[in-house]
């Protein structure tokens, strides 16, 4: 009867399964007995030296005393995976030319072994079926980030930059399939698997909201968009490229146009719209606006202020709110024909129809008193500036 190899998980977490028995590590952060199983299921083609292993895992102040702890880990491994039940713990990790290594006697699949086996393939195949087959594969086995509980080693950190690399790479090469095959519903959920494990990836971040859109589903999108835009503001401090912001155009535009009615066109812009308070839109929306308003106030007779206000791009990282509040209290303190926007992390740009300039003041005045009285930093400047016609 064929030996039944034992797996071994790296990506996403450290498991051994053997058979039906599942034996993982209970550490939040791997011990060094878990460590040592790790580098040497990593480098399992190789004899790991001992002072390769002392380098890695033994403090520099006991060097000395390096090979004796090295010994104390590897026992301690054996009985960890004895006490576990693995059929093959004495002989999993074999002393070895003044080393160690692991023993690959014993039948053994390795996931980002196979991970490594199938991006390889796939970039070795023209055939697009073929090819999709082989990445669809390679991404169900990343789980997550190889080793996470190990991720401040040394030795893990460029690995793990390369897996997720490697499993970006190969995702963004499969959901190019399937869009181009319309298979538009699972491109959609690579796209949301992919963006759990790297957020800020643009591209990913591109054809996440071109998947929804091509599937009709032009409200999911423009959440997406919203919601990525808003990460952007708050932990990087950038705003979105104009690859992405071009895609806003394209959400706001209807899935159909050409034999609908005017009925049919009013429901499907004002399906799902938010009728309190101001309204947010993007810059380029908001640009737009300004620039019809400017053509319109002259003939209309009424008056219209941009108003900026500020804070220091340093004081968001460190109060973690403020440009948030301020934010709401936008939205709520302003009426529903107003409008206002976020041109950069620490700025908000409002426009204030109908209304003074004293009217203009007492209300920024007011929005920053209410600002205050929740004990944030205080906003550095206001400006206000009269719309002036385009001439």
């Given at each position: ?27 939040k952060r791997s011990s ?304 529903m024909g107003d409008l ?52």
């Amino acid at each position: 009867m064929d030996e039944v190899p034992i797996k071994v998980e790296l990506l996403g977490g450290f498991a051994i399964i053997d058979g039906n028995k599942r034996i993982i590590e209970q550490e939040k952060r791997s011990s060094k007995t878990w460590k040592l199983l790790q580098y040497l299921v990593t480098h399992r083609h190789k004899t790991v030296t001992q002072e390769e292993l002392a380098d890695t895992f033994c403090d520099e102040d006991n060097m000395d005393s390096a090979g004796s702890a090295l010994r104390t880990i590897v026992y301690r491994a054996r009985t960890a995976l004895a006490k576990a039940g693995l059929s093959c713990a004495d002989n999993l990790i074999l002393t070895k030319g003044g080393g160690y290594a692991w023993n690959n006697d014993i039948a053994c699949h390795v996931d980002v072994e196979e991970f490594e086996a199938l991006c390889k393939a796939a970039g070795s195949t023209k055939e697009d079926e073929y090819r999709l087959e082989l990445l669809l594969k390679a991404g169900a086995l990343y789980r997550g980030d190889f080793l996470p509980n190990a991720v401040g080693e040394l030795w893990v950190m460029p690995l793990s930059r390369w897996y997720r690399s490697t499993y970006i790479s190969c995702t963004l090469e499969a959901i190019e399939i399937l869009t181009r095959f319309g298979r538009h519903d699972e491109a959609e959920q690579l796209c949301s698997k992919a963006l759990n494990i790297d957020p800020f990836d643009e591209k990913l971040i591109s054809y996440s909201i071109r998947t929804l859109l091509a599937q009709g589903k032009n409200m999911d999108a423009l959440t997406e968009y919203k919601r990525a835009e808003a990460m952007f503001f708050d932990v990087l401090g950038v705003n979105f490229s104009d690859d992405l912001r071009e895609l806003y155009v394209q959400i706001q535009r209807p899935a159909t146009i050409e034999g609908e009615t005017l009925d049919g066109l009013l429901s499907q812009w004002l399906a799902g719209a938010d009728v309190s308070g101001a309204y947010y839109c993007d810059l380029s929306e908001f640009k737009t606006i300004v620039q019809i308003e400017s053509r319109s106030v002259p003939r209309s007779g009424r008056t219209a202020y941009i108003v900026m206000i500020e804070t220091k791009p340093e004081k968001e990282a460190k109060n973690g709110g403020v440009m948030k509040q301020l934010g709401t209290l936008i939205t709520n303190s302003l009426r529903m024909g107003d409008l206002f926007t976020r041109p950069s992390p620490s700025q908000y740009i409002v426009m204030l129809h109908s209304l003074t300039y004293e009217d203009c003041k007492m209300l920024v005045n007011r929005i920053l008193h209410e600002l205050d009285s929740k004990h944030l930093p205080k906003i550095i400047g206001t400006t206000i500036r009269p719309l002036m016609p385009i001439i």
